[in-house]
């Protein structure tokens, strides 16, 4: 089981960005597909991005943020990264990151980390 902390998380302001960082550990990413989830205050949890394993070749975005948002991997650093740009006041929530080992396109997620706060005030 691969464990994994995100970071980079906090208050900025509309417009501004911010790179959040998935540091894992136990097991080497290279071998999951990785994916960046969000939960608002009082709404379920949606998919953000996502990175397909290996070399991260290919790459899915809800439509919400794409062309703002980035999700890379560094495999050597066992790290995967979301690059937030243009932030809006609706991206505020809870961040998590999430490894599988079924693909990156795929509602089963099966291990998580524990989130970082972004809120972003307009």
């Known amino acids: 089981q691969v464990h994994l902390v995100e970071s980079g998380g906090g208050l900025v302001q509309a417009g501004d960005s911010l790179r959040l960082s998935c540091a894992a550990s136990?097991?080497?990413?290279?071998?999951?597909?990785m994916g960046w989830f969000r939960q608002a205050p009082g709404k379920e949890r949606e998919f953000v991005a996502s990175i397909s394993w290996g070399g991260g070749g290919s790459t899915y975005y809800a439509d919400s943020v794409k062309g703002r948002f980035t999700i890379s991997r560094d495999n050597a650093r066992n790290t995967v990264y979301l690059q937030m740009n243009s932030l809006k006041s609706e991206d505020t929530g809870v961040y998590l990151c999430a490894a599988n080992t079924v693909g990156y396109i795929t509602p089963s997620w099966n291990s998580w980390g524990q989130g970082t706060q972004v809120t972003v005030s307009s």
């Open positions: 136990g097991r080497s990413i290279s071998i999951y597909a």
